[in-house]
């Protein structure tokens, strides 16, 4: 998206393929943007412009959240009318938490359902703005500063807690004044896109899977290199650590002002821990990997404050506590919390996604093991997020266990 709106070739290694991050290039390319095609070899080619043009049809952001909501706050700062949906999913999660602080801003959203996709926005000429966020959420965090960067307004606002801050560092690395004391952010709006070269860190949400196989099985050792370090990202260790896990950290160069390293795994002894609802944002894309763990684990995890979950691709915390318990494992939900006791029995059964590539891939993991036998429905859904994920997770335990 940044180089979208940066005059000039950006050439960007290491980019994902998966269906999210095609769906940004798709509706990108269709308000103007020059994007080669994406491919798991080579670099990708971003030919940007410093404003973007109105688009022709429907800006269809798939499956991605990540693409709709911070779409938005692009569009807020351009003079035209664009159409926004994705598919059926999609289409329920909640948009008026990001669409209410940018119509207060002075963006325009007819929408055609109460609070989701579709909806048309038309931008224009902004003002600046002071929010309280609803829930910590990196999504409308990002939105809203998009909107406020280009748009050449003032954004001051206050998070309920820390969400991840892969914008704030970007933004501060094109030369955007963005100040956090506490829990408000401040940004004023004197930076400027400019065309950039550099490689992706590996995802940790997408790591967080295959060291968990890994965790689980009987011996053998994992090195996930290249891997991001942005501390915002990657609570899950410290959940693992009081686990029992033991997960070394090796760092290595940082990309635009992106920390980044490996990470090393080994087998262990697994038991149960408590996640605080002041951790759930940290670790809100590892809680299907947690849980899958939690089943192994000596004694009963307990997961606090899960609500947000219940807006993801599915209601991701009903759907957990119902397959884990379709395989033979005890999960119970009380409330917006989740309690997960561990067993060494053999898990068993039939596991629903709902195409909710995090259950796919937390099941798939638990299916590794030898004395499991679990089929999904859709494993090909995790290519949301992780292209070729099954053949990761084959290949882990044929070359590495």
Same mark, same amino acid.
């Given at each position: 998206?940044?180089?979208?709106l940066?005059?000039g070739?950006?050439?960007?290694?290491?980019?994902l393929?998966?269906f999210?991050?095609?769906a940004s290039a798709?509706?990108?390319?269709?308000?103007?943007?020059t994007i080669? @095609?994406?491919r798991?070899?080579?670099?990708?080619?971003?030919l940007?412009r410093?404003r973007?043009s109105?688009?022709?049809?429907?800006?269809?952001c798939?499956?991605?959240?990540?693409?709709?909501?911070l779409l938005l706050?692009?569009?807020?700062a351009?003079?035209?009318?664009?159409?926004?949906?994705?598919d059926a999913?999609l289409?329920r999660?909640p948009m %008026?938490?990001?669409?209410?602080?940018?119509h207060?801003m002075?963006?325009?959203i007819?929408?055609?359902?109460?609070d989701g996709?579709?909806l048309v926005?038309t931008?224009?000429?902004?003002?600046?703005?002071?929010w309280?966020l609803?829930?910590?959420s990196?999504?409308?965090?990002s939105a809203?500063?998009?909107?406020g960067?280009?748009?050449?307004v003032s954004?001051a606002?206050?998070?309920?807690g820390?969400?991840?801050?892969h914008t704030?560092r970007l933004?501060?690395?094109?030369?955007?004044?963005l100040?956090r004391?506490g829990?408000?952010l401040?940004?004023n709006p004197?930076?400027?896109f400019?065309?950039f070269?550099? %490689?992706?860190?590996?995802? @940790?949400?997408s790591?967080?899977?295959?060291?968990?196989?890994?965790?689980?099985?009987?011996e053998?050792e994992i %090195?996930v290199?290249?891997?991001?370090?942005?501390?915002?990202r990657?609570g899950?260790?410290?959940?693992?650590a009081?686990m029992?896990a033991?997960?070394?950290v090796?760092?290595g160069e940082d990309a635009l002002?992106e920390?980044c390293g490996?990470?090393?795994a080994?087998p262990?002894?697994?038991?149960?821990t408590?996640?605080?609802a002041?951790e759930v944002?940290?670790?809100?894309?590892?809680i299907?990997m947690?849980a899958?763990?939690?089943a192994r684990?000596?004694?009963?995890?307990?997961f606090?404050?899960?609500?947000?979950l219940r807006?993801?691709?599915?209601d991701?915390l009903a759907l957990l506590?119902r397959n884990?318990?379709a395989v033979?494992?005890h999960?119970?939900v009380r409330?917006?919390?989740?309690?997960?006791?561990?067993?060494e029995a053999?898990y068993r059964?039939h596991?629903?996604?709902?195409?909710?590539?995090r259950?796919?891939m937390?099941?798939?993991v638990l299916?590794s093991?030898?004395?499991?036998?679990?089929?999904?429905?859709?494993p090909?859904?995790?290519a949301v997020?992780?292209?070729?994920?099954?053949d990761r997770l084959k290949?882990?335990?044929?070359?590495?266990l």
């Open positions: 998206m940044l180089a979208s940066a005059p070739r950006s050439t960007i290694h290491g980019a393929t998966s999210d991050a095609r798709r509706v990108l390319r269709q308000l103007g943007a080669s @095609p994406l798991s070899s080579g670099p990708l080619t971003v940007g410093r973007l109105a688009p022709v049809g429907t800006l269809d798939g499956n991605s959240g990540t693409t709709a909501r706050g692009i569009l807020a351009h003079p035209f009318a664009a159409r926004v949906s994705g999913s289409r999660r %008026r938490r990001v669409t209410e602080p940018l207060r002075g963006a325009t007819a929408a055609g359902a109460e996709l579709p926005i931008g224009g000429a902004l003002r600046p703005l002071e309280t609803p829930v910590a990196a999504q409308i965090k809203l500063l998009l909107a960067a280009l748009g050449g954004v606002l206050t998070e309920p820390l969400s991840r801050d704030e933004l501060r690395h094109f030369g955007f004044d100040r004391q829990r408000m401040q940004l004197t930076g400027v400019r065309p070269t550099m %490689r992706v860190p590996g995802d @940790p949400s790591a967080a899977f295959l060291i968990a196989a890994t965790l689980l099985a009987g053998g %090195r290199a290249s891997v991001g370090l942005n501390p915002t990657i899950f260790l410290a959940v693992l009081r029992g033991v997960v070394d090796i760092p002002g920390p490996d990470l090393v080994r262990a002894r697994l038991q149960a408590s996640i605080a002041g944002p940290g670790v809100v894309d590892e299907p947690l899958i763990l939690a684990a000596e004694g009963t995890t307990v606090q404050g899960l609500g947000e807006v993801k691709e599915s991701r506590a884990l318990a033979g494992a999960a119970e409330g917006d919390d989740l309690l997960i006791r561990g067993s053999r059964g596991v629903i996604t709902h195409g909710d590539h259950i796919a937390a099941f798939a299916g093991q030898a004395d499991s036998r679990i089929q999904i429905d859709d090909d859904c995790a997020s992780f292209p070729h994920f099954s290949a882990l335990f044929k070359r590495n």
